[in-house]
């Protein structure tokens, strides 16, 4: 419909849709050849780039599954979880070692002019891997009709159309990333591939970004140049409640903010609102339905996904655990406030003090209104008269910035009851590193060093 509207812009160089659908059908062509039969399974290992981008459109046309995972799990890892969800084929850069199963090579320059092909929405067309409470890998496999629903939902929110370009700073096997591939496609707008070369601060105003996805700590790096927003019209937000500083700071740019709740089996986001301090995530957007039972959030509609991989029953692929009126239970607990809603934790991170359920996602969200807190992990302690008691893990923004405990205490005082203050903090451990727009909580707790405590300033 639009084919010379931009499709991909790379390190400044753009590719339109008429070039980009002659490349994806070149591609889904080669890989019918080199073995792939419909609902057949190709794992994608690598960053994101052009090749990845064009494969995942390409398994559509080929009527394979896309299954991203990402090149930083190490071999072993990788050739199990191809094994676990019954992958016979993969395609990664050549840099990359090679793993059991086939090595699909696929020349990305290569074009094709086929009729274009009546695709069932209905279908799987991929799977991303997401964790469970235990930390198994478990993989949602998705339809076109859930990205569909998924990202028509997103834009009456935030809106897109073909002058808009939507920087890629998730990774394809994100739900995030993947959710801005199909925006942008139903919305004809540009993909912008993120400049590993440059900064955030350089390459927003070159390649003129509208939309961006980010954490707030990144936020506040580019706050502190504020002429790297002058092209940004839209921001979401993601990692939890905003601080008041960046409220703030933000009133002075011509953009509008957004927070969201999302997950992996709904396609992306759920509800979404105008940046908040509050910790709202704020209204059920379209195409989506939200009940809270018992406290836990449940969830349904056309967003939901096909089921998790099911290797064990070749009759049913793919299940989803449903409640016995269809509902998923996110697992995640929450409270309605004025029409919006506010996650106040995950049911499996909840402990007890003492006799009283603490959910960490509260004790983190008071932590981080305050200045020079850029994040915050809450976790238990085993204690032999309460049972267990809160520490937390501060990750402070500018790393030399002073912290005092009392005035820390002092606020948290004001806005949970006493015996949900954390008893001990401890340093960010270093080289941590977010997954899409999420930070993996186990991951940062055992890498975390329990015999050095957070230094505080003098009060």
């Given amino acids: 419909m639009h084919p010379q509207a931009i499709a991909l812009i790379h390190n400044g160089h753009a590719l339109n849709y008429q070039v980009l659908y002659a490349r994806i059908q070149g591609a889904a062509q080669q890989l019918k050849l080199a073995g792939l039969s419909p609902n057949d399974r190709l794992a994608s290992i690598s960053h994101n780039c052009i090749e990845a981008i064009i494969l995942y459109w390409a398994c559509i046309e080929a009527e394979a599954i896309f299954c991203p995972m990402s090149p930083k799990f190490p071999s072993q890892q990788l050739n199990d979880l191809c094994q676990q969800f019954s992958i016979d084929h993969y395609w990664a850069p050549s840099h990359l070692p090679n793993l059991q199963g086939k090595r699909i090579s696929i020349d990305f320059e290569q074009t094709a002019d086929n009729e274009p092909r009546v695709i069932n929405p209905q279908h799987a067309v991929n799977f991303v891997l997401t964790s469970g409470s235990n930390g198994s890998p478990k993989a949602a496999v998705h339809s076109l009709k859930n ?19 939507w920087l890629l700073s998730l990774p394809l096997f994100h739900i995030g990333g993947l959710a801005i591939l199909n925006r942008c496609a139903i919305a004809t707008a540009a993909v912008v591939l993120q400049d590993e070369s440059n900064t955030l601060n350089v390459q927003l105003p ?31 937000l993601g990692g939890g409640a905003i601080s008041p500083t960046s409220i703030h700071a933000l009133k002075g740019f011509s ?19 105008v940046a908040n301090a509050d910790g709202l995530s704020g ?12 406290g836990h959030i449940q969830v349904a509609g056309d967003c939901l996904c096909l089921g998790y991989v099911n290797p064990a029953n070749k009759d049913r692929p793919w299940q989803l ?35 009283e359920n603490i959910h960490p996602e509260e004790i983190e969200q008071a932590l981080k209104q305050l200045p020079h807190i850029a994040d915050a992990i809450v976790f238990a302690e085993p204690d032999e008269r309460f049972g267990h008691l809160p ?3 501060i990750k402070i923004y500018p790393e030399q910035a002073a912290l005092s405990k009392h005035e820390l205490e002092a606020y948290l005082l004001q806005h949970i009851a006493r015996f949900k203050r954390p008893r001990n903090y401890y340093p960010w451990p270093r080289g941590i590193q977010a997954i899409g727009l999420k930070i993996t909580r186990a991951q940062v707790i055992n890498n975390t060093d329990r015999r050095q405590t957070l230094k505080f300033a003098e009060s």
């Fill in 147 to 165: 990205h569909i629903a998924s990202a028509e939902g997103a834009t009456s929110q935030i809106p897109l159309h073909s002058q808009h370009r």
């Fill in 206 to 236: 070159r390649d003129q970004v509208s939309h961006v996805s980010l954490v707030e700590a990144q936020l506040q790096q580019l706050l502190t140049t504020p002429e790297s927003l002058q092209s940004v019209q839209y921001l979401l």
């Fill in 255 to 273: 953009l509008h903010a957004f927070c969201s709740y999302g997950m992996t089996e709904m396609a992306s986001q759920i509800t979404t609102s």
């Fill in 283 to 294: 209204q059920l957007l379209p195409g989506r339905q939200l009940r809270i039972q018992q």
């Fill in 321 to 355: 655990p449903l409640t016995v009126d269809g509902w998923f239970d996110t697992k995640d607990i929450g409270v309605w406030k004025n029409g919006h809603l506010q996650v106040v934790g995950r049911a499996d991170n909840m402990f007890v003090c003492g006799g």
């Fill in 391 to 393: 520490a937390a893990i």
